[in-house]
């Protein structure tokens, strides 16, 4: 099971940090990837790190400006978000797949996720 947290209203420019907590499997053994879905639009990739914590994948619209990261002793995967614009208003919800190896990060599709969060509301205000 995943819970994502931390969502909330912000100011262009400014930041914020969500966060998503796993139970039920060894957190470690899982890849930890975001989504996100803005209004109207297809769920999108955000970006995916490896159960090692030492591969990152994001895409081109946040590279630069948001960052993953994990603690496996808080099973809880976090999303730190800089700069962020109008065009990151969405629904982000964390995603893991179970399987991969230590080094590998996840994929850039949904299918390739086995567990799905329920999804946290950012708004971000011009």
């Known amino acids: 099971q995943l819970q994502a947290s931390g969502g909330g209203l912000v100011q262009a420019g400014g930041s914020l940090r969500i966060s998503c907590l796993a139970s039920g499997r060894a957190f470690s053994n899982l890849v930890m990837g975001w989504f996100r879905q803005a209004p109207g639009k297809e769920r999108e990739f955000v970006t995916t790190i490896s159960r090692s914590g030492g591969t990152t994948y994001y895409a081109d619209s946040v590279r630069g400006r948001f960052t993953i990261s994990r603690d496996n002793a808080k099973s809880t995967s976090y999303l730190e978000m800089n700069s962020l614009k109008p065009e990151d208003t969405a629904v982000y919800y964390c995603?893991?797949?179970?399987?991969?190896?230590?080094?590998?990060?996840?994929?850039?599709?949904?299918?390739?996720?086995?567990?799905w969060g329920q999804g946290t509301l950012v708004t971000v205000s011009s």
């Open positions: 995603a893991a797949d179970f399987g991969r190896n230590y080094y590998s990060a996840g994929g850039r599709a949904e299918t390739e996720y086995d567990y």
